[in-house]
Structure formats: structure tokens, C-alpha cells
């Protein structure tokens, strides 16, 4: 059952307390069978397992990783996290592309292998988390800054494969497909007509359905049924309404088709969330 924990948008966007830090950490827990629902962002997500086991889905293909492991996501890959084992407890980094860029480095120009079990790298990230919720003293930011630089650098040079086409921070196309996501979040539950968002951008339908997938590895199609069954288990979780009414509420017409596309999205039938969460 996937139980989520915060439904948040498809295109995550986040406020930091600092904005000049490389860095920032969360924790997070997750326990039978619960999952973080897929989204992506900007930053680089690194993940670090120091309780159980937990399943990474990265451009739609799931990788195991266990406990003292490391999960390496890249700048805007849609991806989703799943428990594993009975309970599972990670920490979260994520590191600002545009931090490095006002240095001259784009640290999205990398591939880096989606797991990480170096112990050199992982002891960095440790002393990098200690470090970020530990500290309570005037230099944690300058510390901060100098430990997590060199964090990135150190992974870069052990870990990195080769690199890739990246993105750069300013990049009007990214804007864009920023705009498109926040547009297909925003009216998920109308019938949208792809060609119609194409030509208000001023893009051929061909020519922006490469850019959305270079930069999110995704379609829009696939995109905006993520966001229509997000707005359906929502629905499934709170109303006693039937459960073909809610599939035309959130913009599928053919009934067989809402209920296929809602598994591959969240993992189980509309009848076993509805049935979980309202008596």
C-alpha cells in the first residue's frame, strides 16, 4: 500500500534557510510498505541508508539499496523511493548546481554511478552530515561551505564515469520545461491538448517533446498521468465517491485506462486505496 508520507508536486521546488550553503540535509523514514511518489528538481540528490533497506526508481528503473550504501540521483530525474524492509531510515543531501556554477563548475556534467559503496565517499558524507546537523558554532556555515566543496570534488574525481550533456543553471530551455511542468501540475484534471501547450511556447510538438524528455527523461504524457493519479489517490484517500467518478474528475474518460495507468503509477488499483482508507 503505498501510504505517502507528503504528496508533493512533480516538480519539486524547495526554500532554503541558506542559500548560499552547497548543501542541505534532510531525514527521512519510511516504514511497511510506504513511498516517496515520483518527482524531480534541480539539485542532485544523494540518499545514504544507515537503517534497513530501501528501492530507488531512477528514470524507471529501480535499484536496491542497502544499509551503509550510497544512491546517487541526478539533476532532474524523475525518481521515487520505496521501503524495502520493515522500517527504513535515510539521510537526504542535496547539492545546489548553482553553488558550484558561480565557480565555474557544473557538477550536473558527471556520471556518477547510481550506487556508491566507497568508503572514502562515504565517510566524507558522513563527516558532511555531522557537520550540517551538528555544528552550532559562528564558522558552521564557512565549514560547511569548505566540507561540502570538497565532498563534491573528492566524489567527482573517485566516482565520476564520464560526462554527459549537462544543463546550466540559467538555461531559458529549462525555464521552460520548468513552465510546462507547473502547467500540467496545474491543470491536470482538464483535458489538455499537448499541441495547444507546444504553440503557446512557440514550439513545434516534436521539438518540445525532445527538450521535456532530454531534461526530465520523461514524456508529458507520463508526466501529467503522474499528476492525475497523485490527484486521484488524493481523492480515493478522502471522498466516498465512486471510483469512476473520481477517474472523470481527474481527466480520464475511459475508466479501464484510469485504473491501468493509476497502477503503473502508484502500484496498486484505485479499489485497494479506496478500500484502505475509507470504510
Keep these: 500500500m503505498a501510504k505517502y508520507r ?27 510498505a510506504a513511498t516517496f511518489p515520483p518527482h524531480f528538481h534541480d539539485e542532485i540528490e544523494i540518499l545514504y541508508v544507515f537503517r534497513g533497506k530501501i528501492a530507488v526508481t531512477i528514470y524507471g528503473e529501480e535499484y536496491i539499496v542497502p544499509k551503509y550504501n550510497i544512491c546517487f540521483v541526478p539533476s532532474m ?8 524492509s520493515e522500517i527504513s531510515e535515510y539521510n537526504v543531501c542535496f547539492l545546489k548546481p548553482a553553488y ?27 563527516k558532511l552530515k555531522n557537520l550540517f546537523f551538528g555544528d552550532k558554532s ?14 563534491v570534488i573528492n566524489m567527482i574525481k573517485h566516482a565520476s564515469l564520464n560526462e554527459n550533456e549537462p544543463y546550466l543553471p540559467n538555461d531559458q530551455k529549462l525555464a521552460v520545461i520548468k513552465d510546462v511542468t507547473l502547467f500540467l501540475k496545474e491543470h491536470a484534471c482538464e483535458q489538455i491538448d499537448i499541441s495547444e501547450i507546444c504553440k503557446k511556447y512557440g ?18 504524457s507520463k508526466a501529467l498521468n503522474y499528476y492525475r493519479c497523485i490527484n486521484a489517490q488524493k481523492l480515493l484517500m478522502t471522498k466516498d465517491i465512486s471510483i469512476m467518478e473520481i477517474s472523470e474528475m481527474c481527466g480520464y ?3 479501464s485506462y484510469f485504473t491501468k495507468t493509476y497502477k503503473e ?13 475509507i470504510s
Design 6 to 32: 507528503d504528496l508533493d508536486p512533480f516538480m519539486e521546488q524547495r526554500i532554503y534557510p541558506n542559500e548560499v550553503d552547497p548543501v542541505f540535509f534532510q531525514m527521512n523514514e519510511l516504514g511497511e
Design 77 to 84: 530525474s524523475i525518481h521515487s523511493v520505496r521501503n524495502f
Design 100 to 126: 558550484f556554477a558561480k565557480e565555474n563548475v557544473n557538477i550536473t556534467a558527471y556520471t556518477i554511478p547510481y550506487i556508491i559503496n566507497d568508503t572514502d565517499i562515504t565517510e566524507d558524507y558522513k
Design 138 to 151: 559562528q564558522f558552521k556555515q564557512i565549514a560547511l561551505r569548505s566540507l561540502g566543496t570538497y565532498f
Design 203 to 220: 514550439y513545434s510538438s516534436s521539438y518540445l517533446s525532445r527538450l521535456f524528455k532530454k531534461y526530465t527523461k520523461t514524456t508529458m
Design 253 to 255: 474518460n475511459n475508466y
Design 265 to 277: 503509477c502508484i502500484g496498486e488499483l484505485p479499489s485497494t486505496t479506496k478500500n484502505a482508507y
